[in-house]
Nanobody, 119 residues
Framework: QVQLVESGGALVQPGGSLRLSCAASGSFFSIYTMGWYRQVPGKQREPVASISNGGRTNYADSVKGRFTVSRDNAKNTVYLQMNSLKPEDTAVYYC?????????????WGQGTQVTVSS
C-alpha cells in the first residue's frame, strides 16, 4: 500500500520561512511528478508547485520567487521551501504524487499539513 506522509506545517509570522516534507512509502515501481497543493475552507484545492522525476518544476504565479520545490529521488521525498510567507499563504498543504505500483501511474495524496501565517 502506497502512502504519502507530510510534515513541517506550523504557525509562522509573516515574512518567515517554513519547509514542508513529504515522503512516499510502500510498494511501488516509480514516481513521476511530485508536488504540492493547498486548500482553504470554502475554496477549491489549488496547485502550488510540482517537480518531475527529471527535475522540471512548475509554480503557481502567487508563489513564484518565494517558494522552491525540490525532491530527493533516493528517499522518495519532495520538499517545499517557503520563504517570505504571507497571511494569504495560510492553508492546508497537501502532497501529491503520480506513482506506478502496477504498471500505470495514478495520483496519491497525503493527509495534509496546516500552515498558518499570522502575527
Amino acid at each position: 500500500q502506497v502512502q504519502l506522509v507530510e510534515s513541517g506545517g506550523a504557525l509562522v509570522q509573516p515574512g518567515g520561512s517554513l519547509r514542508l516534507s513529504c515522503a512516499a512509502s510502500g510498494s511501488f515501481f516509480s514516481i513521476y511528478t511530485m508536488g504540492w497543493y493547498r486548500q482553504v475552507p470554502g475554496k477549491q484545492r489549488e496547485p502550488v508547485a510540482s517537480i518531475s522525476n527529471g527535475g522540471r518544476t512548475n509554480y503557481a504565479d502567487s508563489v513564484k520567487g518565494r517558494f522552491t520545490v525540490s525532491r530527493d529521488n533516493a528517499k522518495n521525498t519532495v520538499y517545499l521551501q517557503m520563504n517570505s510567507l504571507k497571511p494569504e499563504d495560510t492553508a492546508v498543504y497537501y502532497c501529491n504524487a503520480d506513482i506506478s505500483s502496477s504498471g500505470s501511474y495514478r495520483p496519491y495524496w497525503g493527509q495534509g499539513t496546516q500552515v498558518t501565517v499570522s502575527s
